[in-house]
């Protein structure tokens, strides 16, 4: 985030907090939905998240990067979300127009579908990571530094979230075809 | 399939199933964010902040509570257990951190030498020797800066008393010494900042809390952190502070 628009937010111009959020929300979002597993959820902390950013912007250190800073309270608050409401997934959540995907690309949208579902099945602590670099394209560093972890740590969460994640797409594609060796 | 393509798979995969809701949550979050802001803005003169206090309020004591027992007789130890029962052993303590909120897992700490506290025990863990029990980190970085909350207590000496050792000893080893002022937050307290240099990441900082224990001593709290920690280590011991709680 630029230095002119910082300055402005802390000015409380409702208009430049405005373009901050379009410039933000649709990563927040995808980012908050692949870890809470919910768009009702994935709704109230991206909303809380940037309410905090607008009451919280004079706390943010200038000529710092901004988006560790708005991850950290993302994930903050997908977390206190989680905790606080039975896990609920809708089915409606995840509803896509299969459609759309056939016709721009070759690989069967179950594919997806299946990897989606193993990110989903992981736990918290190796799903987040997994989240902040494939989604979001987060350096190992940063991630330590949104979710105050040692860099090691991450690194040992990320390796061990891709395995789970081969393993279950393996098992699957053998219940499809059993005689299927399980490399992919 | 290689690591490349399977990373790739994994981006996609997150991209794709995420497409949809992201678009459909975009204008309706943003007019929620508007109304929750004015609504924020509207609800106190103070704005957010105090709303949000008021919310912390109901999870977190704001002040020492001293729980008056007498353990030197059986009864009293008997009482002192019960006391101890009260306290769960484990719950959620919300922190704000860096202008973020979080519900932390909390532990129970029962020190020996009477007092209870709840530390986040993701990020911490306790050392005790009998007399001083220390709340580290339980992960440091390599080549990171001491961090620490160490608790003691000095039966003679009133904090006040002690506050004039304290800040003299702090004077030979930190460029800068606040003189020691009363505080109410995050407890009651006489309380002492130093910080060595100022402008790097790792200069160190040291903060005592000095509480009294009601019998003419004083429980010391002493936080060890670094500057580029303040907000971070520094919040989180304030944080488990506001629980803290002597059993006399």
């Known amino acids: 985030m630029d230095d002119i628009l910082l300055k402005r937010i802390q000015n409380k111009d409702k208009q430049a907090f405005e373009e901050l959020y379009q410039r933000y929300a649709g990563y927040a979002a995808r980012v908050a939905l692949a870890v809470t597993r919910s768009q009702a959820l994935a709704a109230d902390a991206v909303q809380e998240t940037f309410i905090r950013v607008y009451f919280n912007i004079g706390k943010f250190k200038p000529g710092y990067p901004f988006e560790p800073w708005l991850y950290r309270i993302l994930i903050n608050e997908c977390n206190r979300i989680m905790k606080r409401r039975s896990r609920v997934t809708y089915i409606s959540d995840y509803q896509i127009n299969q459609t759309d995907f056939a016709f721009e690309d070759h690989r069967p949208f179950e594919e997806y579908e299946e990897l989606y579902r193993a990110i989903e099945g992981l736990n918290d602590k190796l799903r987040i990571p997994i989240v902040l670099k494939y989604l979001k394209g987060f350096k190992e560093k940063e991630i330590a530094e949104i979710l105050s972890l040692n860099i090691n740590t991450v690194k040992s969460r990320l390796y061990k979230g891709r395995q789970k994640l081969k393993k279950a797409i393996a098992g699957s594609k053998k219940e499809r075809n059993p005689d299927d060796t399980g490399k992919i | ?248």
């Open chain 2, 1 to 248: 399939m290689t690591r490349e393509r399977f990373d790739k798979r994994i981006t996609e995969a997150l991209h794709k199933m995420t497409d949809r809701a992201a678009y459909e949550m975009q204008d309706e979050n943003w007019q929620r964010i508007r109304k929750g802001i004015k609504e924020m803005e509207q609800s106190s003169g103070s704005g957010r902040r105090s709303h949000w206090n008021r919310k912390v309020g109901i999870g977190v004591s704001a002040a020492v509570l001293v729980l008056v027992l007498s353990i030197s007789t059986r009864t009293g130890q008997a009482a002192l257990e019960k006391i101890r029962q009260y306290f769960e052993p484990e719950k959620i303590v919300e922190y704000e951190v860096e202008g973020s909120r979080e519900d932390v897992d909390s532990r129970l700490q029962q020190g020996e030498i009477g007092y209870v506290v709840y530390y986040d025990q993701d990020r911490y863990k306790v050392v005790e020797d009998g007399k001083t029990d220390r709340i580290v980190m339980r992960d440091p970085a390599e080549g990171m800066p001491e961090v620490y909350m160490e608790i003691s207590q000095d039966a003679d000496k009133l904090p006040e008393e002690l506050a004039v050792k304290l800040e003299a000893e702090l004077r030979k080893d930190f460029s800068r010494v606040e003189a020691p002022i009363n505080v109410s937050e995050p407890l009651e307290a006489v309380f002492i900042h130093a910080i060595n240099g100022g402008t790097k990441a790792d200069d160190p900082i040291v903060d005592y809390y000095l509480i009294s224990n009601k019998k003419g001593g004083t429980f010391i709290i002493k936080m060890k952190y670094f500057l580029e920690a303040a907000e971070g280590h520094g919040s989180r011991f304030r944080s488990m502070l506001r629980d803290f709680t002597i059993l006399e």
